[in-house]
């Protein structure tokens, strides 16, 4: 168990629809990173947030937001879904703010599913 | 810009043979290097890093590491591999000019026949 929680574990929907993918990183961690993970692409990076603010922008689609609340826990939203957002997404926490390794803990993922 | 690659896209072996997945990187400056194996169906764990001192690490479950600064590369090897190694594994990179940005190689699949 990495303590990095995400919700929710699976997720069905149509295109069209918009859905909302909840992430707690680790006690602590400050850093949240979403990644999306599918068969063509690999591992994608999305989007960095440290302490509620956005620190980095990867591979993320306009359609795509997300947000770190002040209780650190992360929120990504997938809006005008398309059948090739299908993926599962990662999140992780980092625990290089507190001078530790930097290592990132991955989540068990949330598989969306677009129909 | 900065990049991870790694060797292999899939690698095919059988039980009690020896492993080595290359990885290679671009940036100049000072770098931490992560191996993570993502078995099938879960999430990615970390399975070696280094961040200083010897450039061969070890890591969990009898994997190695060996970092070699002249050649950009930090190579993963297993002298036995088992039918649970079966995963894929990925290469990742966090350098100082990343921020605190990982760039993760696209992964190498390994199959292990028993």
């Known amino acids: 168990d990495s303590g990095v929680t995400q919700t929710p574990k699976h997720l069905i929907t149509a295109t069209g629809q918009r859905v909302t993918l909840r992430c707690s990183p680790r006690?602590?961690?400050?850093?949240v990173y979403w990644y999306q993970q599918s068969l063509d692409q690999g591992l994608q990076f999305l989007i960095q947030?440290?302490?509620?603010?956005?620190?980095a922008k990867g591979n993320i689609l306009e359609r795509f937001s997300a947000q770190q609340f002040p209780d650190l826990h992360s929120e990504l939203n997938l809006s005008s879904l398309e059948l090739g957002d299908s993926a599962l997404y990662f999140c992780a926490s980092s625990d290089i703010d507190r001078g530790h390794t930097g290592e990132l803990f991955f989540g068990e993922g949330s598989r969306l599913t677009v129909l | 810009a900065q990049s991870v690659s790694q060797h292999n896209h899939h690698v095919i072996l059988s039980e009690a043979a020896s492993l080595e997945l290359g990885c290679n990187y671009s940036y100049g400056g000072t770098v931490n290097l992560f191996w993570y194996v993502q078995y099938p169906g879960q999430h990615l764990q970390l399975l070696l890093k280094?961040?200083?001192?010897?450039?061969l690490v070890k890591g969990i479950k009898g994997f190695e590491a060996e970092f070699i600064k002249s050649k950009f590369s930090f190579n993963l090897r297993k002298p036995s591999v088992q039918w649970s190694d079966t995963a894929e594994y990925f290469c990742?990179?966090?350098?100082?000019?990343?921020?605190?940005?990982?760039?993760f190689g696209p992964g190498t699949r390994l199959s292990v026949l028993p």
């Open positions: 990742a990179v966090n350098g100082d000019n990343y921020g605190q940005n990982f760039v």
């Open positions: 280094y961040f200083s001192g010897d450039p």
């Open positions: 947030y440290y302490n509620g603010e956005e620190r």
């Open positions: 006690s602590g961690d400050l850093s």
